[in-house]
């Protein structure tokens, strides 16, 4: 068995004649929490968006748990294990946030139409227990407002939890986080680091995020790679990222690698 659960190689994405992700080699080790970043526009959600099966790839393959996604539908790439959370929330704003997770368990349960229509006894039961699921995961991600309220009318840190909630309700081997501490505070940005370790540990899984903070990057992270203009440019922990002078260049300008000031 490999001890990768993803494994990327030479992908490239053109629109037109912009090339977006560049021959990018990338693999992801079987239960760590690696993270991908890069100045904006350097091809990191594009990127994601691949592994998803949202965009598919001009050139290159990309291995999920030992299978091929080349050609899977998002719903088909998410049954398979790997969910995702979107720089954007995206959540029903109607719906309770207890119905906003147990939409994301579609895939595991067993009912169906005429057991839905009927309202038969096993489908009650199953419908229940996805609920007590869905409580289970808003408590255990740390939604503090109300499980029946809309979720619209939740605070924005709860509405950012509320989103990996119901990505945990797949059952993911490889969470994926876009921009997870967007539109946080620093207190919010502090905490969601234990919390990211947490959901790693106790669901026993992978987790690959995009992020803008350096201090949540360089704080949760065991490997980071480092997109610019659609290319890498660096690889390793956050110590080599750090004082890699491609990457210094990449945030702050030529001048910064020759200590002008």
């Known amino acids: 068995m ?6 990327a190689s030479q992908i490239r994405v053109e629109f037109g004649g912009l090339v977006a992700v560049n021959d990018v080699d990338f693999q992801i ?20 968006n691949v592994l998803t099966g949202l965009y598919r790839s001009t050139a290159g ?25 979107f720089q954007n929330i995206r959540l029903f704003g109607t719906m309770t946030a207890t119905e906003n997770v147990m939409v994301a368990m579609h895939a595991h349960l067993k009912g169906g139409l005429w057991q839905t229509i009927f309202g038969s006894p096993g489908q009650r039961r199953e419908e229940q227990a996805a609920r007590d699921t869905a409580h289970e995961l808003i408590d255990f991600c740390g939604v503090n407002g109300d499980p029946d309220e809309f979720a619209k009318n939740l605070s924005y840190g709860d509405q950012r939890r509320l989103e990996v909630a119901r990505a945990l309700a797949l059952r993911p081997k490889l969470l994926l986080l876009d921009e997870p501490t967007a ?71 030529k001048a910064a690698t020759h200590g002008a000031t």
């Open 183 to 253: 539109g946080m505070n620093p207190q919010e940005s502090d905490d969601f680091i234990a919390f990211v370790r947490r959901v790693r540990d106790a669901k026993q899984l992978t987790v690959l995020l995009i992020e803008h903070d350096m201090k949540v990057v360089m704080g949760v992270s065991e490997r980071i790679t480092v997109l610019e203009y659609g290319s890498k440019i660096a690889e390793g922990t956050g110590e080599e990222v750090r004082a890699n002078e491609r990457v210094i260049e990449a945030y702050l300008g």
């Open 61 to 85: 393959t990309v291995m999920f748990d030992g299978q091929p996604i080349a050609g899977r539908a998002p719903h088909q790439i998410a049954a398979m294990g790997m969910a995702r959370t």
């Open 29 to 48: 080790p079987t239960g760590s929490i690696v993270a991908l970043i890069g100045p904006n526009g350097a091809g990191k959600t594009t990127f994601f």
């Open 2 to 7: 490999s001890d990768l659960i993803l494994d």
